[in-house]
């Protein structure tokens, strides 16, 4: 067994965001292990979302097609994914981390003789060669290692990464397109045990942070409900979104689709700007994939200064209006 399959997973007929994350560790575990990395996307009529995936560093692109995989269900995913996996015999299969993967990516490693490796944040290499996984426990109070132990030859690992853990902005493009080949897997109607239904959503969100390029969050520090005005101005300025820790969401002094954190969303941007925000551990776990975090604090010891690449100790009274003032002057 060798190489890396990741699948990708779509919504509303286009890759997820989360699916090219996937596939940047993918591709990193690939680097590591000095092995091929190849993608899988399921469905019918894929084409074109294969052909996007065969636009990244990639060996192969499987279009895995069948009627019964026009719309999603546990056991028609996990039947083709079986076909394939046999056929292919990856020795690791990651995936996004997403309520559809928690749906069918267990039983899927069951059949193999597998667990899954659920929400990795890291994947490092092992003294010995192969590599270690890195979970959260307890909110992300703690880190755990997993050192997978193959249950049997022809039995891969499976693991899906956690959403802002790895940079879709990372992935290695393709030189030339990755050939697409496509496989159609045996799946009878009667092995389909439930009703194709509406995949799971969680509350609809008015603003989705997932996909703003450049985020100003802010925290307890700003004191009152009437100061946040301040830090909105500074959003506006930077053209970004506002966002907050899990305090100024409990208030009800932003609605709580803005909070980010382990019970709020997991964002990404290439700018977090922290307002106020001391870094507990349970806001830390939605921002630590910011690619550069800014942070404003005044006191010198707050944690999140720990994991800033720039901070400024302060009053964010006074610092937030003349950084807004700054950002207004330097875009005349």
Sequence with gaps: MSG????????????????????????SLARQLATDCSAAVLGAGIRSLAEELGGKQLVKVFAVEHPLLQQYTADGTTIALQQLIEKLAPAYVLFPHTYQVRDFAPALATRFGQVLISDVIAIHPDTSG?????????QGKLNADYRPVPQAADAPCFASIQAGAFRADALE????PAPIESFSPSIESAQIRTAPSAPFREAAHTVDLTAAPVIVSVGRGVREQENIALVQALADALGAELAASRPICDAGWLPMERQVGSSGQTVSPKLYLAVGISGAIQHLVGMKGSKTV???????????????????????????????EAVKAAKQ
């Design 294 to 324: 800014i942070a404003i604090n005044k006191d010198p010891e707050a944690p999140i200064f720990e994991i800033a690449d720039y901070g400024i100790v302060g009053d964010l009274m006074e610092v937030v209006p003349a950084l807004t």
């Design 4 to 27: 890396v399959l990741v699948v990708a997973e779509c919504r509303n007929g286009a890759l997820t965001r989360t699916s090219f994350e996937a596939l940047a560790a993918g591709q």
């Design 130 to 138: 192969g590599p270690t996984f890195v979970r959260q426990l307890f």
């Design 173 to 176: 493009p393709a030189s030339s």
